[in-house]
């Protein structure tokens, strides 16, 4: 019975409804025993993690909506070298979210503002050139 309404939160998490946190509440009053709190945990757990794999591809599919074409017209080795003093493959990483020592790989506040810093001060060089 409790894996049959586990089953039925996964499904209403997977809707992005907000009763979820009710209902996991809701059974852990109901299922108490040492068993079923592992259970329950293990679900949590999966419930979370996926939680933040999925915040996590909103945040990379963000950063690179914003750069549009931007990262083709773009020279990216250039900006990793010049602002960052780092790697193309560097700036890549964090563009694209990848994973890099078993965690996602994401700009810092600071290295954001850098990079939209660099956006802007490109952007400016090219708006430099009349004709």
Do not use: H
Not at 18 to 43: H, Q
Not at 68 to 74: K, Q, S, T, Y
Not at 85 to 112: D, H, P, T
């Amino acid at each position: 019975m409790l894996l049959d309404e586990l089953k039925r939160i996964e499904a209403l998490a997977d809707s992005g409804s907000p009763d979820v946190i009710k209902e996991i509440e809701a059974l852990t009053a109901k299922y108490n025993t040492e068993e079923d709190k592992a259970v329950l945990g293990e679900f949590a757990s999966r419930l979370m993690s996926g939680a933040r794999s999925k915040m996590d591809e909103i945040e990379e599919l963000t950063v690179k909506e914003k750069l549009g074409e931007l990262n083709e017209a773009i020279n990216m080795a250039y900006v990793a070298r010049r602002y960052f003093g780092k790697s193309k493959s560097w700036l890549y990483q964090r563009i694209k979210g990848n994973i890099v020592n078993n965690k996602r790989a994401c700009f810092s506040e600071s290295e954001l503002v850098t990079f939209n810093m660099a956006m802007s001060d490109i952007g400016s060089k090219t708006l430099a050139f009349k004709l």
